[in-house]
């Protein structure tokens, strides 16, 4: 799955995602939720394709999964960050493992914000948006 909606237009970016999973099926539910929420997602399944496509204060939050490849969430964010200063990123991960290579990694975010856990409930996704989107 590549993007789902690259058109530019004049919404305001605090209520636009970027959504980058290399499963599908968590791209589907994730995109379906937060469109339902009143959010505009544009979902990427690769990060590659994600980065090359990335604009500058076209978004409100980036929620990027930590597993992937070619780029991991963590390298995807860091380039896309170079690119929007001000993006925000929130990682979905299953695993526990990641925190410390968060903390090591952005040492200046705190690390509770930023993380989704996979499986997670929809009315807690969109919380977790709403308030990091807040």
Known sequence: MSSSSNTINNTS???RILLVDDEEDVISLFKM???MNGFEVDAYTDPAEALSSFKPNLYGLALLDIRM???NG???YKKMKNIDGSLKACFITAFEDYRQDFKE???ELDEIKYFIRKP???EDLV???ATILG
């Open 13 to 15: 970016n605090s209520k």
């Open 33 to 35: 939720v937060s469109e």
């Open 69 to 71: 490849a070619p780029l």
């Open 74 to 76: 963590f390298e995807l």
């Open 105 to 107: 990694a952005f040492p």
């Open 120 to 122: 997670k409930a929809i």
């Open 127 to 129: 919380n977790h948006v």
